[in-house]
């Protein structure tokens, strides 16, 4: 009978943890057996085991060492990498699934391919999820490799998210003139729809290891991952190569920049702006916090005063100010009393 004959734990880098199922593979279309769902803790394993690995083994990696250790931000992404050429396409995506194992619901989430391998693919929630506590992905039989091979009964990976005290913004180094840029990525970070816009309008630039190092609070990381990002960003053709400039030029309609699609309002239009789920805008030009509306709903926004951008976004219930590496709590008063007309960019939860 094909079965999981057992689950170990690899040794794994500092950024990596890997789980290795042993398993009986089968061509695609042949016997399945049930959707069970084991859990993916981690087991003893032998020498021997070690030193001569089954013909069968089937490795998935999950994200940063972090996510086991500490866990992942309400509003992270979870990376999985698979040792073989996965087959994911839009026929199967829907076998990998976000599960709330309180109730076994399954969370909206899009399941992205960042390689033409299929190696890498990143679940990323389209809502935030709630703070410490845990999740599964759940990978299902239909999941197949490019030579097509399966596994023979479902299996499950088992992360949590931060405490909501510990799950705040992460601070974004001043590159030179790069506030403009910092605020932009705040909001993209922060909103589940760009997020996904980003990944899939600019594979393999940086933007999928720039968001996990953010998400699973890796300062060293992120340093790094953020000098990749703004260096490809000032290449496109609207944005400065030096110096500063707008969120604006990041978000350009078209290849110039990201090309987001975000939406254009203009002044007349300010008092019926739709406000929708995952909904974001560009302003013909800035407003204050009082004069938006719906801005209870609001998920982040960008700021512009004397000459310099900062972001607010808005997780857990609490409103954040993210003035480049700075981080600072905003109390919902000071919302109310300010920012007065520099407010460029919105986002809505």
Known sequence: MNKIENIKTLPHSRHWISFTLSMMLSACGGGGGGESNPSLAPS????????????HEFKVMLGDSN?????????????????????????????????????????????????????NIIVLPMKPLLSGKQYQIRIGTSVATQDNQRLTQAAS?????????????????????SCFINAALQLIVNQ?????????????????????AYDTRNA??????????????????????????????????????????????????????PAGPQSNYLLSMPISYANIPKNSQLSGFTYFNNGHYTA??????RWYLADDSAIAEARPQGLTAGPTSGIDTLSYQ
């Open 44 to 55: 003893k394993q032998t020498e021997a085991s070690q030193a001569t690995p089954s013909p």
């Open 67 to 119: 996510i086991i250790d500490s866990g992942i931000s309400s509003h992270g992404m979870i990376r999985l990498s698979f040792d073989k050429n996965m087959a994911i396409s839009t026929q199967n995506a829907n076998a990998i699934q976000l599960i709330d194992p309180d109730n076994g619901g399954i969370l909206p989430a899009h399941i992205i391919t960042p390689t033409a391998d299929g190696r």
């Open 157 to 177: 990976l088992t992360f949590k998210t931060l405490a909501a005290e510990q799950d705040q913004p992460m601070g974004l180094a001043n590159l030179g003139a």
């Open 192 to 212: 589940p729809s760009l997020r996904l816009a980003v990944l899939k309008q600019h594979p393999n630039q940086g933007f999928e290891a720039f968001f996990s």
């Open 220 to 273: 060293a990381q992120l340093e790094v991952e953020l000098k990749k990002v703004v260096s490809y960003i000032r290449s496109l053709p609207h944005v400065p190569k030096t110096g500063p400039g707008s969120p604006h030029d990041l978000f350009a309609f078209d290849a110039s920049g990201l090309n987001l699609n975000l939406d254009f309002i203009y002044p007349t239009m300010f008092q019926s702006i």
């Open 312 to 317: 607010y976004v808005k997780r857990n219930g």
